[in-house]
T-cell receptor, first 112, second 108 residues
């Protein structure tokens, strides 16, 4: 079974631009979550989607948004990029409630 | 809100046993999970405690005490490849709230 796939792996953007990151979950997994990882703040929850519905959202500004498609693939978008948005963005999929989440390798976003 | 505290760094030698503690504050959760992350890699699931007590998976064991708001991860027969960051996480309805992580350094 293929793991969680995130694209692209690396991205360099300029302040003010927007970016879209993609995540393909493990086949059969309907829950997709997004996390931001930085050295200072650690792993922080962005949002979670289940069957195309956002079930939960973390404490991030509205510039961060996401969606999930009918095939469970998910995208997250960050608009008006700031230097502080530089981070590793991780996607995780699971069968649903609680327990084990499977993470992708992440997208390393650098904002210059 | 929720918060978790774990030591920032732990060092040990190959073959030894190490315990990584995690204390938390929360108004409710389903369980406590542990994840391992090697430098540059993705976090990988190690263990989950939904109930109080000890869960054993090979060389790794995890413990939860809800009354003490405390859990730990126990790693036995340490190997060099165990050098990594370890995160405890509170499992909510559709979220994981992570601690800041403990970097484990295993020396020969």
């Amino acid at each position: 079974k293929a793991g969680v796939t995130q694209t692209p792996r690396y991205l360099i953007k300029t302040r003010g631009q927007q970016v879209t990151l993609s995540c393909s979950p493990i086949s059969g997994h309907r829950s997709v979550s997004w996390y931001q990882q930085t050295p200072g703040q650690g792993l922080q929850f962005l949002f979670e989607y289940f069957s195309e519905t956002q079930r939960n959202k973390g404490n991030f500004p509205g510039r961060f948004s996401g969606r999930q498609f009918s095939n469970s693939r998910s995208e997250m978008n960050v608009s008006t990029l700031e230097l502080g948005d530089s981070a590793l963005y991780l996607c995780a999929s699971s069968e649903g409630l609680g327990t084990e989440a499977f993470f992708g390798q992440g997208t390393r976003l650098t904002v210059v | 809100g929720q918060s978790l505290e774990q030591p920032s760094e732990v060092t040990a030698v190959e073959g030894a046993i190490v315990q990584i503690n995690c204390t938390y504050q929360t108004s409710g959760f389903y369980g406590l999970s542990w994840y391992q992350q090697h430098d540059g890699g993705a976090p990988t699931f190690l263990s989950y405690n939904g109930l109080d007590g000890l869960e054993e998976t090979g060389r790794f064991s995890s413990f939860l005490s809800r009354s003490d708001s405390y859990g730990y991860l126990l790693l036995q027969e340490l190997q060099m490849k165990d050098s990594a960051s370890y995160f405890c996480a509170l499992c909510g309805y559709s979220t994981l709230t992570f601690g800041k992580g403990t970097m484990l350094l295993v020396s020969p």
